[in-house]
């Protein structure tokens, strides 16, 4: 069990390392790293860890693994930035509040929302390119719109971009 335990922590530690894009590429890492496994057993691997693949930049999709820290705290920097980079566009209806991202996405949007304390937001439900965001009733649909708008750097009167 124990060579288990450790070849899931070097598989988390490697997609943190190197851009990951296939099962093949990571069989290869971790034999650099003395470790054997088959690709059924890297397959079950990352579906135990979680791991999902995203899209970076260039088009390329890369494995991930989210964290799960709900005590932790997103600066407001960081949820600036990813908001800026990810968000495609913000609409509300009631309590609720749509986002949109580029496909694959939504989750790491998703967990820097969830993370960032907004006392606005009292939660988060992503799917692969879309974000439900359920607004506390003091500030409805709108006001969290408003405010998740203003962080992606979304202008809210004509729809466009304009980055902070």
Avoid at 124 to 146: H, R
Wanted: glycine letters at 10%; a positive charge.
């Amino acid at each position: 069990m124990s060579g288990k335990i450790q070849r899931q922590q070097l598989i988390t530690k490697l997609i943190a390392k190197h851009q990951v894009s296939s099962q093949p590429e990571l069989q290869t890492l971790l034999k650099r790293n003395k470790i054997e496994a088959t690709q059924a057993t890297i397959s079950r691997d990352l579906e135990e860890l979680g791991a999902v693949k995203v899209r970076v930049t260039g088009g390329e999709t890369v494995y991930a693994i989210p964290e799960f820290e709900p005590a932790r705290l997103a600066p407001t920097d960081h949820l600036r930035r990813v908001m800026g980079e990810w968000v495609a566009d913000v609409v509300a209806s009631g309590t609720l509040v749509v986002v949109r991202t580029p496909p694959g996405c939504a989750h790491v949007v998703a967990s820097a929302l969830d993370r960032s304390g907004l006392e606005q937001l009292l939660g988060t439900v992503a799917g692969d390119d879309t974000i439900i965001c359920v607004a506390s009733e003091q500030a409805g649909g709108k006001g969290l719109a408003s405010k998740l708008r203003q962080l992606a750097g979304l202008d809210v009167k004509k729809g466009k971009v304009a980055r902070v």
